[in-house]
């Protein structure tokens, strides 16, 4: 009777074809901790194994190429490596993955439509053969499954693939702040103690050692703002979230504070880094709602894209933040 069923659906649907500074240099010195982590245990620790991996030596080779060919001081080679990375690899990552949820939005009304037909089938197979709820529930589930999948391969577009930026932008952030970090605690290798001293001097306004804290907590404290702001925007686009979203909102929201006080206690070359990072991300998801670019980029058309999004966002964020009573 199943294989009846799978039969008798696809000719009804056609369509489901589907350490501490080097030497006694007199600067602001790291938390004891951060120290430690070079001066016991060597390269036996996970931390020692991260900062000695090849994708980190990579990252530093990246920054020492960007510095040379620039001649910027480290705060300006810094800037420029943040900024080609985040347009030359996460950009283009990002494109796609709005390209394959536009797809994915666009396949919902068909979906909901295949869910309909499927469960009036189910529940005449059902009462034809007796099956418990539990039995229907499953059979449901498993050809829904099924004819799901068909649509995502029809239309080349898993969602599973609107997580390949994920995959490639954290990793690229911890190998680059890693190796910041080496660089700046004279831990790295041949080059480490001249780069050292080129970070010693090479920052700017109230942080010009990159290789000390931000006393200030100036840098620390964007970070936070920005990465809210990122959480914020992302937030006030989505309406009738599940309670699953909501919570998952509200422990983003605790990383990006989180985020405060973590980056007061590394050096500022990598708080320079983070903030330039998340800077790039919010101008780039402001640059994906705008429909001029998603055009350009041959995003489909969905039912949720607005020609003015900018002014409904801050529309938006006035009726929740500042019009709230």
């Known amino acids: 009777m199943l294989c009846r069923l799978d039969r008798r659906w696809l000719r009804r649907l056609p369509v489901l074809q589907l350490g501490t500074p080097n030497g006694g240099a007199e600067r602001p010195a790291l938390p004891a901790w951060a120290a430690a982590s070079f001066s016991t245990g060597g390269a036996s620790g996970w931390y020692e194994a991260v900062a000695a991996s090849a994708p980190v030596r990579g990252a530093?080779?990246?920054?020492?190429?960007?510095?040379?060919a620039s001649g910027l001081p480290w705060w300006g080679s810094i800037l420029l490596t943040t900024v080609a990375l985040r347009g030359a690899v996460t950009l283009p990552l990002a494109v796609y993955q709005h390209y394959i949820l536009a797809k994915v939005e666009n396949?919902?009304?068909?979906?909901?439509?295949?869910?309909?037909?499927l469960t009036q089938e189910v529940t005449v197979?059902?009462?034809?053969?007796?099956?418990?709820?539990?039995?229907?529930?499953?059979?449901?589930?498993?050809?829904?499954?099924?004819?799901?999948?068909?649509?995502?391969?029809?239309?080349?577009?898993?969602?599973?693939?609107?997580?390949?930026l994920v995959w490639i932008q954290f990793p690229?952030?911890?190998?680059?702040?890693?190796?910041?970090?080496?660089?700046?605690?004279?831990?790295?290798h041949s080059e480490g103690f001249s780069v050292q001293e080129q970070l010693a001097t090479g920052g700017v306004l109230w942080f010009p050692d990159l290789t000390a804290l931000d006393s200030t907590w100036i840098l620390p404290i964007s970070v936070g703002v920005i990465n809210l702001l990122i959480v914020e925007i992302f937030a006030l686009q989505k309406i009738g979230i599940s309670h699953f979203q909501?919570?998952?909102?509200?422990?983003?929201?605790?990383?990006?504070?989180?985020?405060?006080?973590?980056?007061?206690?590394?050096?500022?070359?990598?708080?320079?880094?983070?903030?330039?990072?998340?800077?790039?991300?919010?101008?780039?998801?402001?640059?994906?709602?705008?429909p001029g670019f998603r055009r350009l980029c041959r995003i489909p058309l969905t039912k949720s894209d607005s020609d003015t999004p900018y002014k409904d966002l801050f529309a938006v964020f006035c009726a929740k933040f500042i019009s709230r009573k």
């Open 60 to 68: 530093e080779e990246v920054l020492l190429s960007a510095h040379a």
């Open 107 to 117: 396949l919902q009304p068909e979906i909901k439509s295949i869910a309909s037909h």
């Open 172 to 188: 690229t952030w911890i190998f680059i702040s890693v190796a910041l970090r080496n660089f700046s605690m004279g831990a790295a």
């Open 246 to 290: 909501k919570y998952v909102t509200y422990f983003v929201r605790g990383i990006s504070v989180l985020m405060i006080p973590v980056a007061a206690t590394v050096p500022s070359s990598v708080v320079l880094y983070w903030l330039c990072s998340s800077f790039m991300g919010l101008s780039q998801n402001l640059l994906l709602l705008s």
């Open 125 to 164: 197979c059902a009462n034809q053969l007796g099956w418990s709820k539990r039995v229907a529930r499953l059979t449901y589930l498993k050809h829904m499954r099924r004819l799901v999948s068909e649509l995502y391969v029809r239309d080349n577009c898993h969602p599973f693939k609107a997580t390949v």
